[in-house]
């Protein structure tokens, strides 16, 4: 279990949390970039998913295409 900032990264209830404000330049670089890493992530399932599981999950095909084409770096 790896951990930066006192919580275990793999663990779902610590994931997305963000960094205390008082950490370092380098461990706000590795939450980004893991935050980063989700999303692009996330984006390409979402673009492959099918009419019937967007609808599932309620989400338009026009909605999960415009989220596919935003940047991984823009929330």
Not at 14 to 28: F, K, L, Q, Y
Not at 44 to 58: F, P, S, T, V, Y
Request: hydrophobic residues 40%; aromatic residues 6%; proline residues 4%.
């Amino acid at each position: 279990m790896a951990t930066i900032t006192g919580q275990c990264l793999d663990c779902p209830e610590h994931v997305g949390r963000g960094t205390p404000a008082n950490a370092s330049a380098a461990v706000r670089f590795v939450d980004s970039l893991g935050e980063w890493l989700r999303r692009a992530r996330s984006r390409r399932m979402l673009a492959q998913m099918d009419d019937r599981m967007l609808h599932d999950i309620g989400i338009t095909r026009d909605a999960a295409l415009s989220e596919h084409e935003k940047p991984f770096w823009r929330a």
